[in-house]
Structures are given as C-alpha cells and as structure tokens.
Nanobody
Framework: QVQLVESGGGSVEAGRSLTLSCAVSGDFGSVNCFGWFRQAPGKGAEGVAR????????AYGGFVKGRFTISRDKAAHTIYLQMNSLEPEDTGMYFC???????????????????WGQGTQVIVSS
C-alpha cells in the first residue's frame, strides 16, 4: 500500500511559478512509476508528467512545452512538480499518483495507477 499527500497548490498570477509536492508513505520501494495529473473544471483528467523510478525516464503532456519539471527525492520520499510560466489554462486540481505494476511508458494516462492523492488546487489568474 502507498499513501500520497499533495501540497503546494495556490492562487497565482499568470507567468508566476509554483512547486507542488507529493509526500509518499507506505511501500515506497514498490512503486515503479509516479505521475502528476490534473483536471480542470468541466474537463476530463489529463496527464501532466510521469517518472519511471527504475530507468529515470520522464514524460510530459504536450501542453507542458518545457515549463514543468517532475523530480523525486528518494531520501525524503517526495515527488515534486516545478511549474514555471503558469497560464490561466493550467488552472485545475492536480493529483499525484503511483503504480507498482505494469509498464511506466507509452501514452501518459492515468490508467494503471492504483494509488492517488486527494489533490491540490492550482488557480492561475490572467
């Protein structure tokens, strides 16, 4: 079992930055893939970023365009999402997710992620 708790969301103006954190507890070593996903009001969920804990490979959603960086601190059992040059379109609830089985590659989708946090809200004003 893995538990995830996100933090770091808030309300910022366009062009500013935020860093989201995901504190991981439980069987951290069993996780082969961490991801960040988001859901805007009235829209479906979309993948933001993913990191393969074994290979270190990283993938981002097409809308990221170099603005976001996913990283992990193994010692602190924490996953981060550094978001720069935020746009109003980035507004939404951001979720951290983890999976312990299956392939951590391919299309960035939430399918297969068994563990999810409660989310942290990001609001970007123009």
């Amino acid at each position: 079992q893995v538990q995830l708790v996100e933090s770091g969301g808030g309300s910022v103006e366009a062009g500013r930055s935020l860093t989201l954190s995901c504190a991981v507890s439980g069987d951290f070593g069993s996780v082969n893939c961490f991801g960040w996903f988001r859901q805007a009001p009235g829209k479906g969920a979309e993948g933001v970023a993913r990191i393969n804990t074994g290979t270190g490979s990283i993938a981002y959603g097409g809308f990221v365009k170099g603005r976001f960086t996913i990283s992990r601190d193994k010692a602190a059992h924490t996953i981060y999402l550094q978001m720069n040059s935020l746009e109003p379109e980035d507004t939404g609830m951001y979720f951290c997710a983890a999976r312990s089985a299956g392939d951590c590659s391919g299309i960035l989708t939430g399918e297969g992620f068994a563990y999810w946090g409660q989310g942290t809200q990001v609001i970007v004003s123009s």
